[in-house]
């Protein structure tokens, strides 16, 4: 049965309890709990983390903690009865322990190790409290250590500060906000100075100013390191002050034995010291701790003989001295001991040792020296402050070290009354004595005595030191052989007060022998008594003393022999007549020298205060003696207090009338001694003796006529120093008046007491009249006034001992009236004045509020003069505070609403304005203070209060002025933020306040300003106040901890919720006047609905319809409001205001409104779009202040931005976001994408001149100017992203307009710089980029990405695996689909993210310019990858019943084409997919493809290889032809003739036909190129690699034989391969230049032929069947794939030099294997395309990243092997080889096209000749090629036909197209869609060899032509002799400029033009070949080689290129024609033209 709890009602978890019973309630351990109910061992109830989750939990899990309960029942509250301190402790330990682990997360580790520290000790200290062990003094210890260590940490934590007194926590509803913003002040300091905190509250006006704390120094002797002396030491510590050259303190001695431990043995570790009483002044000074050293044994350290060694003098050894400021810096951080090392100096001179340590300190070296390195004192410091209870307190284990206290000389600063001392300080200065016949000084030694008047000596009472116990004699130190000793040794003598009298001093001089006796001798006395006759004793001063002869037979038994002597000079004054026939004669010529310091509190050295003390035995003397009372010191006085005042009052006793005055003065003089702070402690001596002591009854009559007569004198007296010390001496005086007055009223019943009263009033009225007096002129009267003021309000308690608190309040209110009310009696009369009105306010009387009644108005009346004129606002701002502060703790009071209403009349007004002008001058503490004073008062206001204000306004006007004052006084509140961010109590408090306040007036606003007297700006003061209220940051409680909204909540309430109601009534109340806050209020309104309140939005959101509404009815639309609201709505949102939540919110609220109203269409359409505007800026915010990457923050930002142009059509907004976007693409180095978004506002501005205002960072300009200004900065980022295509349309419209300006300087600039960009399009490298398309899927992205597919353009060399790398690490959360399947709805709509991403192929919009075969391949890479905006992407399928012995029949592919919004590159680096597309290939098609992109991948690597000729890792090329022949063997092409050859097929597939036959010359071709891959594969091949090329060659013949049946014509196609017995050389020999049949037939194969070599050179490997003229298998030697151009690139970077930069051009078949670095394999200087990573399909991709690995492996270009053909290409004297020159030759002679069209095929055709495929290596392929060739070079080739201009190589045109019905001359396997390069055509066609655009010749099998690359010309700079010319050749062959149009396009180098002049020499020889439409000479007639080699460095027909560019513009494209030849030229001719021709290019 469940009973609910009586006792049982909180508890603390003590074990984890895991729920794990029905209703079970999980508890952690440490948690609190509040129990409910009890059953059987079980307690029902709820954890205080979570107060709405009951549950059960066992008994005996909870340790029961006693608790306060109220409200019993349903909604009881408990709450601990424990020490609110611990309470604290436990909260504040929660709160931080989350907090501690962020700051390790957050690295902030320092941090992170002083808090745990901290929180260690915190709970450690909670537990002392706890444990109930403690005293009261050791609580309070405790609690400030906690208090300090929780203001610590919530500084360091960024937390509240807690405002406290005594340690609590205050309650912020029981004290005034002045007190609790004083509380605030002193915990920040207590926080900032982490030292003690006295009390929270500051000491209130005329409290004591701070006693001095001593400082205290603790020396602790570690050891003394010293291996010479042997002796015992004594060890002599002091305080020495080097400026006034005294010692300061006492000596501490440390006694050490030989071996330099303590001699007694009890001292070990206890040698330690504590010079006490040091003050702050002391502290500055400049001290030295000094160490004297002196040792106890022989005379001479080092002299064994000098003295019997039984006998032990004390001799100076040495000083060691510390510098106390060197120090002290580091002693007071540390607050622990610290060691330090002391190095003890040996005196040079024994008889300067007593000034030793001056000179160590002075660092006179010559004066001492070390005697060793290791002689040093090790000795431990620490300063120590505070009392001596207090350190004893805080340090007992000192103490309990047997500490040695070491007194400072004299009394400290603060001489405490209990502090009893009777000290007599002597130091032993010098002596004087004669050498006595002696031939050396004597070694003196002086003992002294403290002897009795009786003659004993006094025991113990002579100290060496402090450590170690008193004697009775004392023995000086011997100084050797020194007949005039310096001691300078202090002796402290501790005599025994009542022996002082009478007590004397005997010193004795002895001679200390070194002979062998040792002895002593006597030779002289000296004496001098303690205490003079008159008692007072020695005077501190030094004092020579007589030395008396006498021996060691004198006897001193009889001290009175020698006491009747003079002792001194004085005393011989005194006692001239002394016989000379006594025993002791003195010695004239001899002295002694000591000095003497008293500290004692009985013993007086004073005459005249012992005078006084005894005044009756001088009766005669009184007047004398009193006045002399004032040149006593004050020590003497106070030490004397007590007796020095009985004696004053006896003596006015006796004779009032003559005494009384000098009685007066001297009271004063001694009341005024107390307040010297040195003394301040006898005060309550004093306060003792009046009320214990005092026995003037009659004194009070004598005391107040003195006073008043001072008064009344004060008019008159030009020097009243007397009168200004009796006013500061008043309370004293009043005290003894009082006392005086209570004792006779005792003493006689009360009489006289109208005469005392009406005495008091006429003192009253004498003070008023000092008051009253004029002091503007009079200086000494002002100080008069100023110590009356001062002293004022001290005798108010006094009085209240005699009279009512009103009568006192009269006397108060009378006083204080009677001062001038005006506030020009000068600054520091007025300061004083506040000063005394503050105290009388802190006073006891004002406590009563009897007296206030009486007193406030007269208090208010001055304190409201002040502030009118803004004078001393911080003392007006204390008074007031206090005033508050009473006012608060007596509220309970009924008279208190009358003195509210008091204040409020006379401060409300002048609060507000004093407020508003420190505002404006930001002054921060006193804006505080009097914030807080006008805090207090409207927190004491009531209804009645805010009535009588409201009722008491005579005009509206001033009503208005009033409300504008407040209203105005309260923003700035908020907005200047007065109160730090962490007075969270404060700032609740003042909130609270003004929302209260606010509700009291806006009644008052409404009633007065709303119908015909509407006021805009009181209203618009109002809203203002409203909103900055509810957005205040204090109370924004959604970012606390739920704890402490709770509190707040619990305490005040939500008050943004109270104001919104408020300000919602209001804006309702407004009626037709609200049309005036439209706009205006817009924005603040909104930014009061974009608070995280669900009420405060739910209440202000529909005031938007209904300013909708009022500006609906007012203009017909709301587009004020239209567009205010998404103006502020992007700044705040931008801000971090607002969320998903306010956004469905805001549209379901207006929409729900809308639709009731008639204009309901435009609304819902605005409020639907503002809805969608916020869920973009929402998605824009958090990708911006997220951790986000650039793509992200960059795609919102493009969403934004094209919703505020295309939805809402927000211009400004629009220019806005393009600049961010701009900014963000700058960031992440897009600068193309950058251009781009910059371009969108250049298209905004028109070239005008209209003026523009300023703008974002724009000046103000003219539109013309902002234009050109956004055209150059585009230009220059086009050109920074390498996208120069971009940026020359600009540059041309820029030029077009400077043109138009006639502005040259700026025209012929753009101009440069458009040149510029076409040479870095022709010269610089680009990479091409790879695209990806990504999806993504799932409710969890972002709106923008939602369900949205992109295509994006990666970065450089970023392939796919780095890219979905990439965007996986962008959305961590994204899951990556394995599939490219297209999602279903479950995936759409699941609240997840998936990432679909695969690469695409892009599709380029510029086919033209792709199949122009001019456009060099750089121009061309540029377009394929640029402006694309469809991008294709295949996916294989098996579509029907699948074949499983032969797949490929039903192998179908899924062709996706992927439309985008925008092209690629734009504004972004992704745009999203518009439209997809699905197109399906049929398995036919598919084959067609597959195959052609064989052999097109084929033809491009083995290109590669023939061109680099490198017998390096061919691993590449063997893995592909065997991937190739062996699946074609094994199944490959075969599975395609079994799928499509079968006649099933082909008769079910009709259609099909001409796709079959096309798949057949297909596989016909690939034969043909594996026989060229066969035989390039043979060349490389390694030895041991052999077998696999026997196997591969005998796979290939497989293949030819099944594919034979298919084509009967196969078995001629490859005698390569055929596998007969012919030698490699032969095989090869026998292949043959193709027929046109041939050609025709090739050009079949392929569909889309040479037109649509996107990004593939043109020419191609060729293989051709002619059964003609036999078979040929042939690689020419152009272009090469992708990856030979990658290859070049590398090689470029890789040989640098520019002799080797550009001479790759010339290759060819023969000579590319050549030892000259020219001759590099590849096939153009162009430099390689920018596909480092190609867009190809991925097989593609994976050949081209092979190629790149293999670049790896290549060796340099001096490395590489000779040639096959040339093993030695090396000049013959300057000149070519032979048969190079023959060669050369042949190609200008022989190559005759034959004009005769009508030729059949196979009379065209070229004879058989040996083939350039002879590729083995050596010279002995050589003879037999050249013996092959004499013959048959000479027929001529393959008649030019009229030629399309086409691209030949990578560098230079390509070869051209016939137009004819010729087709290309090569097999060119253009794929549909690949990227692969075709292999190079044959060098024979004519399109190649003799194309006028190249400038390399090619070689050719028939031919036997080689190019003649730079080896062949060599680098001689001499010429070589001219042999032979060129003159038979006709100039205008050659002479392009005069007859030919130009039949290509210009060619341009990699190199700059720079680069290639300063090369010139270096660069490689190119030879011209003629221009396909010249006619060759006759082959028998060739002109002879050129006589020395010449370096062209262009084509010889390369023109200006911009001329070139524009002429090839503006005309269509001719045909190529014959050069017209004048009559008569010979070939002679026509040779020597063709040849200046090439040197005057060059």
């Given at each position: ?23 079970g ?23 205080t ?7 059960i ?31 604290e402790v436990?909260a ?72 406290r007194?005594?340690?609590e926590?205050?309650d ?15 915990s ?6 982490s ?18 704390v ?19 030491t ?35 570790e ?20 000094v ?7 022989r ?9 019997p ?49 001056e000179?160590?300190i002075?660092k006179?070296?010559a ?17 120590l ?8 307190r ?24 209990g502090?009893?001392?009777n000290?007599?300080y ?8 004669e ?45 050797y ?31 200390c022998?070194?002979?062998?006796k040792?002895?002593k ?8 008594p303690l205490?003079r ?11 020579e003393?007589?030395v008396?002869k ?6 001193f ?25 006594l ?40 007047m ?16 004397f ?5 009985d ?60 006073l008043k ?41 009360g ?5 005392f ?13 000092v ?34 608190v ?19 009696i ?9 000063q ?5 306010v ?10 206030r ?17 803004q004078k ?33 009349e ?15 001058k ?21 209804d009645?209060?805010y009535?009588h ?13 009033f ?20 007075w ?49 940051p ?15 909540l619990d ?19 407004l009626g ?11 924005g ?18 529909p ?23 998404i ?50 800026l929402l ?48 960031q ?15 298209e905004?501005?028109?070239?005008e ?8 960072h ?7 100017q ?103 690490s ?13 999602p ?5 709509q ?16 510029y086919?033209d ?57 734009g ?24 195959v ?21 890792n061919?691993n590449?090329l ?13 199944g ?18 009709p ?8 798949l ?40 030819r034989a099944s ?61 051709h ?39 790759v ?7 590319s294997?050549?030892a ?13 395309p ?12 994976d ?18 092997p ?10 013959e ?5 032979n ?10 002679g ?26 083995d290596s ?46 290309p ?10 990227p ?88 490689p020889?190119?030879?011209h ?10 082959p028998?007639d ?9 370096h ?22 001719g ?7 004048p ?7 026509q ?12």
């Open positions: 049965m469940w009973t609910p709890t009586e006792e049982e009602k909180y508890g603390v978890v003590i074990c984890s309890f895991r729920g794990s019973v029905p209703q309630l999980v508890l952690e351990i440490g948690e609190t709990v509040q129990i409910l109910e009890k059953c059987e061992g079980w307690y029902r109830g709820v954890s983390k979570k107060p709405s989750v009951k549950g939990f066992p008994a005996n899990y909870i340790h029961l903690k006693k608790a306060i309960v109220s409200n019993r029942g349903q909604y009881e509250t408990v709450v601990p009865l424990e020490d609110s301190i611990v309470t436990t504040t330990l929660q709160e931080w322990a989350s907090l501690w682990k962020q700051l390790y997360v957050k690295h902030k580790v320092d941090l992170f190790y002083k808090l745990r520290h901290v929180m260690n000790e915190l709970i450690d200290l909670r537990r002392q409290l706890l444990s109930g062990h403690l005293t009261q003094d050791q609580v309070r210890e405790v609690k400030r250590h906690i208090t300090v260590r929780l203001d610590w940490g919530n500084e360091h934590l960024g937390l509240d500060l807690v405002p007194k005594d340690f926590v205050v912020s509803d029981q004290i005034s906000v002045s007190d609790l913003y004083k509380m605030h002040l002193s920040r300091q207590s926080v900032q100075q030292t003690s905190q006295v009390d929270t509250m500051r000491p209130r006006h005329g409290e004591a100013c701070r006693i001095p001593p400082h205290h120094f603790f020396l602790s002797l570690k050891s003394f390191t010293y291996n010479t002396i042997g002796e015992d004594d060890v002599f510590f002091s305080l020495y002050d080097m400026r006034e050259g005294k010692q300061i303190s006492e000596r501490f001695l440390v006694r050490l034995n030989k071996n330099g431990g303590p001699r007694n043995p009890e001292k070990i206890r040698m330690c010291a504590l010079f006490t009483d040091l003050s702050s002044k002391d502290m500055k000074r400049d001290l030295y701790i160490a004297h050293v002196i040792r106890i044994g005379m001479l350290l080092n002299d064994s003989k000098k003295g060694a039984h006998l032990h003098y004390r001799r100076p050894y040495g000083c060691a001295v510390l510098s106390v400021l060197d120090v002290l810096q580091s002693l007071t951080e540390l607050k622990e001991e610290k060691d330090f090392v002391l190095k003890v100096y040996t005196c040079n001179n024994e008889s300067e040792w007593s000034q030793i340590h000179n160590i002075r006179s070296s004066k001492y020296s070390a005697p060793s390195a290791s002689h040093g004192l090790i000795i431990s410091l620490q300063l402050r505070g009392d001596m209870e207090h350190i004893r805080e340090n007992p284990m000192i103490f309990s070290r047997g500490l040695a206290i070491t007194r400072k000389l004299g009394f400290p600063d603060v001489i405490m009354p502090d009893i001392r000290d007599l002597l130091t032993l200065e010098k002596g004087d004595f050498r006595g016949g002696k031939s050396v000084q004597k070694n003196i030694e002086v003992t002294m005595y403290v002897l009795y008047a009786d003659g004993e000596i006094l025991k113990d009472c002579i100290s060496l030191g402090s450590g170690e116990p008193n004697r009775s004699s004392y023995h000086s130190f011997v100084l052989h020194s007949n005039s000793p310096r001691w300078g040794e202090i002796i402290k003598l501790p005599i025994p007060i009542d022996r002082f009298r009478g007590s004397h001093l005997r010193f004795e001089f002895r001679h022998s070194t002979k062998d040792g002895e001798k006597l030779f002289g006395f000296a004496f001098s205490m006759d008159d008692g007072t004793t020695l005077s501190d001063d030094i004092h003393l007589y008396y006498c021996d060691e037979n004198s006897t038994n009889n001290h009175a022999l020698y006491l009747g002597l003079p002792c001194c000079k004085e005393d011989y004054n005194g006692c001239p007549n002394i016989p000379s026939s025993i002791f004669q003195r010695s004239t010529k001899e002295s002694f020298f000591i000095s003497t310091q008293l500290s004692s509190t009985k013993l007086t050295q004073n005459v005249d205060l012992l005078a006084l003390l005894k005044w009756k035995a001088f009766p005669d003397r009184i004398d003696i009193l006045g002399r009372l004032r040149h006593v010191s004050g020590e003497e006085i106070v030490k207090l007590q007796d020095i005042l004696t004053l009052f006896v003596i006015l006793d006796d004779n009032t009338e003559k005494y009384g005055l000098l009685v007066f003065q001297s009271l004063v003089f001694i009341i005024n001694l107390l307040r010297d702070i040195k003394y301040f402690h006898f005060r309550p001596v004093m306060d003792t003796y009046i009320q214990k002591h005092f026995a003037g009854a009659l004194a009070y009559k004598e005391l107040i006529r003195c007569w001072y008064m009344d004198c004060s008019a008159e007296l030009i020097r009243q120093d007397h009168i200004q010390e009796a006013m500061r001496a008043l309370e004293y005086l009043f005290k003894f008046i009082v006392q005086s007055r209570i004792l006779y009223s005792r003493a006689t019943c009489m006289e007491e109208e005469q009263r009406s005495s008091i009033q006429e003192l009253f009225q004498s003070i008023r009249f008051l009253s007096l004029d002091s503007r002129n009079s200086e000494t009267l002002l100080f008069t006034q100023a110590a009356l003021l001062n002293s004022f309000p001290t005798i108010f308690d006094e009085l209240l001992q005699m009279f009512t009103q009568e006192v309040a009269e006397f108060v209110r009378g006083t204080l009236g009677s001062m001038p009310s005006t506030v020009h000068g600054q520091s009369m007025d300061v004083v004045k506040l005394s009105i503050a105290r009388t802190d006073s006891r009387l004002f406590s009563f509020s009897e007296s009644r009486i007193l406030l108005p007269v208090v208010l009346h001055h304190i409201h003069l002040h502030l009118r004129q001393e606002l911080l003392i007006c701002s204390g008074i007031l505070g206090s005033i508050f502060s009473i006012v608060k703790t007596s509220s309970l009071e009924a008279d208190v609403m009358e003195e509210v209403e008091m204040m409020v006379s401060l409300l007004d002048v609060l507000l304005q004093t407020l508003l002008t420190i505002m404006s930001s002054h921060a503490q006193e804006a505080g203070e009097y914030v807080s004073c006008l805090l207090s008062l409207l927190r004491q206001m009531c009645t209060h009535q204000l409201l009722d008491n306004f005579q005009s509206k006007d001033e009503l208005k002025e409300l504008l004052k407040i209203f105005c006084v309260f923003r700035n509140l908020m907005k200047m933020s007065v109160f730090p961010r962490d969270m109590v404060m700032r609740l408090l003042t909130s609270n306040i003004i929302v209260t306040t606010v509700q009291y007036l806006s009644s008052a606003l409404h009633k007065n300003f709303t119908e015909t007297d509407f006021d805009f700006k009181v209203w618009n003061s109002y809203f203002s106040l409203a909103v900055l209220f509810i957005n205040q204090s109370l924004q409680l959604e970012i606390i901890t739920s704890a402490k909204r709770k509190k707040i305490k005040y309430g939500d008050m943004r919720v109270m104001m919104a109601y408020e300000l919602f009534s209001m804006w309702q109340n037709e006047h609200k049309i005036h806050f439209i706009p205006g209020m817009i603040p309104f909104l930014g009061v609905t974009l608070v995280p309140q669900p009420e405060v939005r739910n209440i202000m959101i005031i938007f319809h209904d300013m909708m509404d009022w500006e609906q009815r007012k203009n017909g639309n709301f587009k004020q409001v239209e567009a205010e609201l103006d502020k709505l992007d700044s705040m949102v931008s801000e971090g205001k607002g969320d998903e939540s306010y956004r469905e919110l805001f549209g379901l609220l207006l929409l729900e409104k809308v639709e009731q109203e008639t204009w309901r269409e435009t609304g819902i359409s605005f409020v639907t779009s503002v809805t969608r505007l916020m869920e973009r998605d824009y915010r958090d990708c911006m202040k997220g951790e986000e990457t650039e793509n992200k923050k960059i795609g919102c930002t493009v969403n934004l931005m094209n919703f505020y142009k295309s939805e809402i059509n927000k211009e400004e907004m629009y220019i806005r976001y393009i600049h961010k976007l701009c900014d963000m693409h700058l992440a180095e897009n600068y193309t994408e950058a251009a781009f978004t910059l371009l969108l506002y250049c905004l501005l028109q070239w001149e209209r003026p523009l205002r300023e703008f974002l724009y000046p103000s300009q003219t539109e013309w902002r234009k050109e200004g956004l055209c150059r900065k585009i230009i220059h980022y086009f050109n920074k992203g390498k996208s120069w295509e971009f940026g020359i349309p600009l540059c041309r419209e820029l030029a077009c307009q400077y043109e138009s300006l006639y502005d040259y300087q700026s025209l012929s600039w753009i101009r440069k710089m458009e040149a510029s960009y076409y040479d870095n399009i022709m010269e610089q490298q680009r990479l091409e980029p790879e695209f990806f398309r990504v999806g993504f899927y799932g409710r969890k992205f972002p709106f923008f990405l939602r369900n949205k597919e992109y295509v994006c353009r990666g970065h450089d060399y970023e392939r796919l695996e780095a890219f979905q790398q990439r965007m996986l962008e959305f961590p959360q994204a899951v990556a689909m394995q599939h490219p399947n297209h279903d709805d479950a995936i759409l699941c609240d997840a993210q998936y990432l679909q991403i695969y690469a695409v192929t892009p599709i380029p919009d086919v310019v792709l199949q122009m075969d001019r456009v060099p391949d750089r121009v061309k890479s540029f377009y394929r990858v640029n402006n694309v905006r469809k991008f294709r992407y295949d996916r294989p399928f098996h579509k029907g019943p699948k074949d499983k012995e032969n797949e490929f029949k039903s192998l179908w592919i899924e062709r996706t084409t992927l439309t985008l919004t925008h092209s690629l590159p504004i972004s680096r992704w745009f999203e997919v518009e439209r997809r597309e699905l197109v399906e290939v049929s398995p036919l098609e598919n084959a067609i493809q597959v052609e992109n064989k052999n097109q991948e084929l033809r491009a690597l083995i290109s590669q290889y023939q061109h680099k000729q490198v017998h390096g061919i590449l063997s893995m592909c032809l065997n991937g190739v022949i062996d699946a074609a063997v094994n490959g092409i075969a599975r395609y003739q079994e799928a499509f050859f079968d006649k099933d097929y082909i008769t079910k597939h259609a099909d036909a001409e796709k079959i036959t096309q057949k010359e297909l596989m016909q071709e690939q034969v043909h190129v594996l026989g060229v891959g066969l035989a390039v594969h043979e060349k490389f091949v390694h030895p041991e690699m052999r077998p696999l090329h026997k196997k591969l060659i005998d796979q290939f013949q497989m293949m594919l034979y049946h298919e084509f009967p014509g196969l078995d001629k196609l490859s005698p390569a391969c055929s596998g007969t017995s012919t030698p490699r050389g032969n095989v090869l020999a026998s292949h043959s230049p193709m027929s046109p049949e041939n050609i025709k037939m090739t050009h079949r194969h392929s569909p889309m032929n040479l037109m649509g070599t996107g990004r593939h050179s043109s020419s191609s490997l060729s293989s069947a002619s059964s003609e003229a036999g078979n040929v298998v042939m690689l020419g030697d152009s272009s090469m794939g992708e990856a030979t151009e990658d290859l070049y690139h590398h090689m470029q970077l890789a040989y640098p030099n520019p002799r080797y930069q550009g001479s051009t010339n290759v060819s078949v023969l000579s294997s050549q000259s670095p020219s001759s590099s394999s590849l096939s153009s200087t162009h430099s390689a920018s596909q480092m990573i190609t867009s190809a399909p991925s097989s593609a991709r050949k081209y990243r092979h190629a790149r690995e293999m670049m790896l492996l290549l060796p340099t270009h001096r490395d590489r000779s040639s096959a053909m040339y093993p030695a290409a090396i000049l004297n300057g000149q070519l080889p048969f190079q020159r023959a060669l050369f030759q042949q190609v200008v022989a190559c005759k096209p034959c004009s005769d069209p009508n030729l059949s095929v196979a009379e065209k055709a070229v004879p058989a000749a040996p083939s350039s495929w002879s590729l050596g010279a002995r392929e050589a003879q037999p090629f050249l013996s092959a060739h004499t013959g048959c070079i000479m027929a001529p080739p393959v008649p030019p036909r009229s030629l399309l201009h086409g691209h030949y190589s990578l560098h230079f045109d390509a070869f051209h197209h016939p137009l004819g019905d010729t087709p001359a090569l097999p060119a396997r253009t794929l549909r869609k690949s692969l390069h075709p292999i190079p055509a044959s060098p024979t066609s004519p399109q190649s060899g003799l194309d006028g655009s190249n400038s390399t010749l090619s070689g050719s099998a028939s031919s036997g032509v080689s190019s003649l690359s730079e080896s062949n010309f060599g680098h001689s700079s001499e010429a070589p002799p001219r042999t032979d010319t060129m003159d038979s050749m006709p100039s205008q062959a050659w002479n392009a400029d005069e007859d030919l149009e130009p039949p290509y396009l210009p060619v341009h180098y990699s190199l700059s033009e720079s680069a290639v002049l300063d090369s010139v020499k270096a660069q020889c190119r030879s070949s003629a221009p396909g439409c010249v006619i060759p000479q006759d028998m060739p002109p002879a080689l050129p006589p020395k080699p010449y062209p460095r262009l084509p010889a027909v390369e023109h200006d290129e911009g001329v070139l560019l524009r002429e090839e513009a503006e005309r269509p494209r045909l190529h024609r014959k050069a017209s030849l009559p008569g030229s010979t070939k002679e001719e040779a020597r033209m063709a040849w200046e021709h090439g040197r005057g290019e060059q």
